[in-house]
């Protein structure tokens, strides 16, 4: 199983940016797939995740949005009116597990991915 992460890049603040994963390997159509970020220095963090309905992190809510495509396998962030606080490794993540209801800690808890992409760098400048 792969996820590819792919569309980072160097934006100026206020601009956007599109984040595509591509997975490979098993279907995750049943499956809860996920953003989360790094910056330098700090530890990874939830950004968003998707299964019948969507999570956002309170930093991007109204500005970044998560969607998927399963018959591409495929999970996109389309992140828009972007900070420099915003400037991080993205990584994609997926549950190896069929879709449940959990809660929003389940969600954003990095434990519960089981598959990882290899991260996009976003460097937004002021």
């Known amino acids: 199983v792969q996820l590819q992460a792919s569309g980072g890049g160097l934006v100026q603040a206020g601009g956007s940016l599109s984040l595509s994963c591509a997975a490979s390997?098993?279907?995750?159509?049943?499956?809860?797939m996920a953003w989360f970020r790094q910056a330098p220095g700090k530890e990874r963090e939830f950004v968003a995740c998707?299964?019948?309905?969507?999570f956002y992190a309170d930093s991007v809510k109204g500005r970044f949005i998560i969607s998927r495509d399963d018959a591409k396998n495929m999970v996109s962030l389309r992140m828009d009116s972007l900070k420099p606080g915003d400037t991080a490794v993205y990584y994609c993540?997926?549950?190896?597990?069929?879709?449940?209801?959990?809660?929003?800690?389940?969600?954003?808890?990095?434990?519960?991915?089981?598959?990882w992409g290899q991260g996009t760098q976003v460097t937004v400048s002021s």
């Open positions: 993540a997926a549950d190896r597990n069929t879709i449940s209801t959990r809660s929003i800690s389940h969600w954003e808890s990095r434990g519960t991915y089981d598959y």
């Open positions: 998707i299964s019948w309905r969507t």
């Open positions: 390997g098993r279907s995750f159509s049943q499956n809860t």
